[in-house]
């Protein structure tokens, strides 16, 4: 079991990683995930895929602590620190920065429905399971996930802020 | 085309997924061909998932993380009779891992997770609170009677400012943090070239115990954590970890408790 945890480790941190943007916070999220896979074992039910189930533990982990900064009146963790300094180069890496920047201005719940369809590859049905909704809602809130990520895009990609360069 | 109505957005997201049956997606494709604006959108989708895969796939190379293995590694399960072996498993991996990623982790193998979390806790209070230049401190090293007397009250554990003066560190003063649940105390040290430590106490949830040392760094900045009796005991700063190993023993020692 143990082993077949750290092998999911890479995807549960390319999944936090979406959800928070800060390498930190994400990693203690994935940390925090492990833990808590080991601790409740015995509720896996081996006929689920393991990392289905890590990430069903995961997202809820990310979910409550949203909900704890929330109370707490803390900064929202979405916002992340500045980013560690990585040497603006490519044109290619501004702009998956700048998709990593736009996917924090999404609401958490059509992140997590756009990780996990677009870049875990999971099925409808799997990320319903994942997020305890129906495939529906799946359905409506990657539509309306994908709308708003186009605008911010086109918004980014915009004339007037090429110019400055 | 003219009697057909345009493709649903709906359609093109089951499209782009490949979440439709052959047939119909063959007819979408179809479709396709005669609807100009539908192309576009599906284009724009195409080009933003490309984008959020590109921006997220390389953290699947990433180094393993020597924290996250030895989360993996030092669990609740089997603790005793596996722990030796796990903890030689772990060191080796950390050893490996270590050399890619800017983390560096020791002893933290068999250390229970609240022991890594309070650590954390305590790297981002000195991250906090050890910047402030001239308000580092409520309750000032000239008045460490009353310090210790009211961290002791609020966090429900009697203690003490540890003297680390034989190390070069001078007590500026401490502060009463908040952890979600539980009161933190916080003690700050300086030594003569203005460089901060801060010790963290916690009445411990896990009741009373004792454990190993754990290290964690986030960049320059270090942190031990471990157990002594009823306190969550964390020390942090800007120092190597052998340093910290010292000043660590040095702060069991006047806790009165062992680490």
């Known amino acids: 079991m143990r082993q077949a945890i750290i092998e999911e480790i890479p995807h549960l941190r390319r999944f936090a990683r979406g959800l928070l943007r800060d ?143 | 085309m003219t009697d057909r109505p345009a493709l649903e957005d709906a359609t093109l997201h089951a499209y782009l997924d490949g979440e439709l049956a052959p047939a119909q997606a063959a007819e979408v494709a179809a479709r ?25 796939d390389p953290v699947l190379a990433e180094p393993l993380a020597p924290r996250l293995a030895a989360a993996a590694w030092s669990a609740p399960r089997g603790r005793r009779r596996a722990a030796a072996l796990l903890a030689r498993v772990a060191a080796a991996l950390l050893l490996v891992a270590a050399f890619g990623a800017g983390w560096l982790v020791r002893d933290a193998a068999l250390s229970p997770a609240q022991v890594t979390a309070f650590g954390r806790a305590a790297l981002d209070a000195h991250r906090v609170f050890a910047a402030e230049l001239r308000h580092p401190v409520e309750v000032p090293a000239s ?67 004792t454990g190993d040392l754990t290290f964690q760094a986030r960049g320059r900045l270090q942190v031990v954590s471990w157990m002594a009796g009823p306190l969550d005991v964390a020390l942090a700063g800007e120092l190597d970890g052998d340093r910290l190993r010292g000043l660590a023993e040095l702060v069991a020692a006047g806790l009165g408790r062992h680490a």
């Not at chain 1, 509720?43 to 895929?49: C, G, I, Q, T, V």
């Not at chain 1, 990430?55 to 979405?78: C, G, I, K, M, Q």
Request: glycine letters at 8%; aromatic letters at 4%; proline letters at 5%.
């Open chain 1, 23 to 165: 390498v930190e916070a994400a990693d203690d999220l994935v940390q925090d995930c492990i833990v808590r896979a080991l601790t409740k074992e015995a509720l896996y039910d081996p006929e689920r895929s393991l990392r289905a189930w890590l990430f069903t533990l995961l997202r809820n982990l990310f979910v409550s602590r949203l909900r704890s900064a929330r109370l707490r009146h803390e900064r929202p963790l979405e916002e992340g620190d500045a980013e560690p300094g990585v040497a603006a180069g490519q044109t290619e890496q501004v702009l998956a920065r700048q998709m990593l920047a736009l996917l924090q201005r999404l609401p958490a719940e059509q992140r997590e429905v756009l990780l996990l369809v677009s870049v875990e590859e999971l099925t409808y049905r799997e990320t319903a399971e994942i997020l305890g909704i129906p495939p529906g809602t799946v359905m409506s809130r990657l539509a309306r996930g994908r709308e708003a990520l186009r605008r911010l895009q086109q918004e980014a990609d915009a004339p007037p802020l090429r110019r400055v360069k």
């Open chain 2, 143 to 209: 008045q460490a009677g009353h310090l210790n007397a009211w961290l002791s009250n609020r966090i429900g554990v009697p203690i003490a400012a540890p003297d680390l003066s034989s190390a070069g560190y001078r007590l500026l003063g401490g502060r009463l943090l908040s952890e979600p649940g539980r009161p933190v105390a916080l003690y700050m040290y300086e030594d003569a070239a203005g460089r901060r430590l801060t010790l963290s106490l916690a009445h411990s949830r896990a009741g009373d115990g």
């Open chain 2, 32 to 56: 396709l061909e005669q609807d100009a604006g539908a192309r576009a959108r599906l284009a724009g989708w195409q080009e933003d998932r490309r984008r959020l895969k590109a921006a997220l």
